[in-house]
């Protein structure tokens, strides 16, 4: 391509890039959970509904997805083996987000990170943690992936040009 900017658009995903994302997600996710856990076990259900379900059953199957150049035209996926990816989410979407998506995208996103917090407050070598795996994979997404991103309507997207 003889554009700079379109070619700073991902095609697809090194294994780098693919271990930066996971480890730092799931390091944070496992952390909120053994921080909410090891304080009072009742209030890790809702954290697990957000966590483990909220991420491959809303985002993934339902709203950033099925709109993913990545998953359908590169045949890559950042968060799971594209084998994977394509089984989970089913319909492939040319429509952008609602009103109610991008809500419900924002609430599991703001969710993910702050829930736990209440309870890692009393256990700073887990909040320590915690704070550092969802800096690095906030920042991550912010600064690096959402930039290079080919969902169009996400609303993480920092992408500097559409892609048509």
Request: charged content about 15%; glycine content about 6%.
């Amino acid at each position: 391509m003889s554009n700079p900017v379109q070619c700073r658009l991902a095609n697809g995903f090194s294994v780098r890039e693919k271990l930066y994302a996971q480890i730092s997600f799931f390091v944070m996710g496992i952390i909120g959970m053994i921080g909410i856990a090891r304080e009072d076990w009742r209030w890790l259900v809702p954290y697990l509904i957000v966590f483990g379900y909220g991420v491959p059953g809303i985002v993934m199957r339902h709203l950033t997805c099925p709109r993913c150049p990545h998953l359908y035209v590169y045949g890559d996926c950042l968060q799971f083996p594209p084998t994977w990816a394509k089984w989970l989410v089913k319909h492939r979407k040319t429509t952008p987000f609602s009103e109610t998506e991008r809500r419900v995208f924002y609430l599991i996103f703001l969710l993910i990170p702050l829930y736990p917090l209440y309870w890692l407050r009393t256990q700073p070598a887990l909040l320590f943690v915690f704070v550092l795996a969802a800096g690095m994979w906030y920042l991550g997404q912010w600064l690096y992936f959402c930039k290079r991103c080919r969902v169009e309507t996400c609303p993480f997207n920092f992408a500097p040009v559409s892609i048509d």
